[in-house]
């Protein structure tokens, strides 16, 4: 997962229409193939699962996205 920048997009994961969000670039994890640009949510939720803030990755991931 790669953080680009803010953007328009239609998430690849969850089909919405995003309007000056966060966007990632997903790659897959077994053969390093681009499968699409998604949402923050969605980007949370591959990386963390449902679970994500009890996770000291996901507090480290925020500082170093900001």
């Known amino acids: 997962m790669r953080y680009i920048g803010r953007k328009n997009l239609q998430c690849k994961c969850c089909k919405a229409y995003k309007y000056n969000a966060p966007a990632f670039d997903w790659y897959s994890m077994l053969d390093d193939d681009f499968i699409g640009t998604i ?27 900001k």
């Open 39 to 65: 949402c923050q949510k969605c980007a949370v939720r591959e990386l963390f699962g449902s679970n994500y803030r009890n996770s000291k990755r996901y507090k480290e991931w925020i500082k170093e996205i």
